[in-house]
């Protein structure tokens, strides 16, 4: 068995060198099947975003370039998670009895651990709060067809990034889209160019919008999100994104903070072209962040702590600068 496993991995890591990505990730798919390895949300991952770039880049919607990238990404991304397979057929088969192993399997004690330093269980409330927070989420889309994503706060205003709505000229002719979502009707909306404040994308990358009401379909029906300043995850607590990944209906991804520096906050979420302007939801699905980039570890990635570590991670810019900066 455990020959056969090395055979297989090598060949998804030829097929990776030969930038097969598809056949790698059918091989993943088959040796999950095979092995009950416990990666298959892995690999419909990682599926949905090599499909999603494919076909950006098919349409023209992204150049070739910004495919690679993508490419790239996804193929570090399965490189790593081979690196845990193993690990996983054997923690799976312990648990299964698998005779193959010459374990026993462990005892009612050793099950249902705290894995990581902090705990991410949430209760059943945190249902009905991320639904208020999804709604409040927007698709920003420029008159170039660029797309973003923002979200609503209580005072009428949708956040998003200075990279996706750069100045007032860019506001005016833009709008916001709410409720862009898989068998939904979206309701847009138009912004007020006169009510505008930015930072450029090299310092705080932010643009708050003020947008144009409409008394036919109110922006209160799509509730707002609320903030939290002064508090932040730990690391190991999962963050939240809701988010229009290359404009498609709305998504989201939960997954671990990794670290904070100065204005920064450094999580593993997963995010795509089209999600820049996001809110970063903290377990009370409170906006603590506004996504801004991210970057692999092969593309230099982040310095995520005070220790100077570096790695592959996401980044948002904290509301605590934001509204300073604002004079909130």
């Not at 975003?49 to 993508?70: D, H, K, L, T, V």
């Not at 998670?81 to 399997?105: G, H, Q, T, W």
């Not at 409409?214 to 903030?227: G, K, T």
Request: proline share 3%; hydrophobic share 35%.
């Amino acid at each position: 068995m455990e020959n056969a496993q090395t055979l297989v991995l090598d060949t998804i890591n030829g097929l990776l060198e030969e930038n097969e990505v598809e056949k790698a990730l059918d091989s993943f798919k088959d040796l999950d099947k095979q092995t009950g390895a416990g990666i298959w949300q892995d690999i419909t991952l990682q599926y949905s975003r090599y499909r999603s770039a494919q076909q950006a880049q098919n349409q023209g919607r992204i150049p070739y370039s910004e495919f690679s990238m993508y490419e790239n990404q996804i193929k570090f991304a399965l490189t790593e998670l081979m690196k845990s397979v193993p690990r996983k057929i054997e923690l799976n088969a312990k648990i299964r009895s698998v005779k193959a192993y010459d374990f026993e399997v462990p005892n009612k004690e050793r099950f249902e651990k705290m894995i990581g330093k902090t705990s991410n269980l949430l209760g059943m409330e945190w249902f009905e709060k991320a639904r208020k927070a999804a709604n409040a989420v927007c698709r920003v889309v420029c008159e170039n067809g660029a797309t973003g994503t923002g979200f609503l706060t209580k005072e009428g205003y949708v956040f998003t990034n200075n990279h996706v709505i750069e100045s007032a000229v860019v506001a005016k002719t833009a709008r916001v889209e709410f409720n862009f979502a898989e068998g939904q009707s979206v309701t847009s909306y138009q912004i007020d160019p006169s009510d505008f404040k930015t930072s450029p994308k090299e310092e705080l990358d932010f643009s708050r919008l003020k947008v144009i009401d409409r008394s036919d379909a109110p922006l209160s029906q799509w509730d707002f999100v609320e903030f939290e300043t002064e508090t932040f995850p730990l690391v190991g607590e999962n963050v939240t994104i809701f988010q229009h990944p290359l404009g498609k209906p709305r998504q989201f991804d939960m997954d671990a903070v990794l670290g904070q520096v100065g204005h920064f906050l450094y999580y593993s979420t997963e995010t795509d072209y089209g999600s820049s302007g996001s809110a970063v939801l903290n377990k009370d699905c409170k906006v603590i962040a506004l996504h801004h980039a991210g970057k692999t570890l092969q593309e230099g990635g982040y310095v995520i702590n005070s220790k100077g570590e570096r790695a592959g991670a996401n980044c948002g810019v904290l509301f605590r600068d934001i509204f300073a900066f604002i004079g909130k």
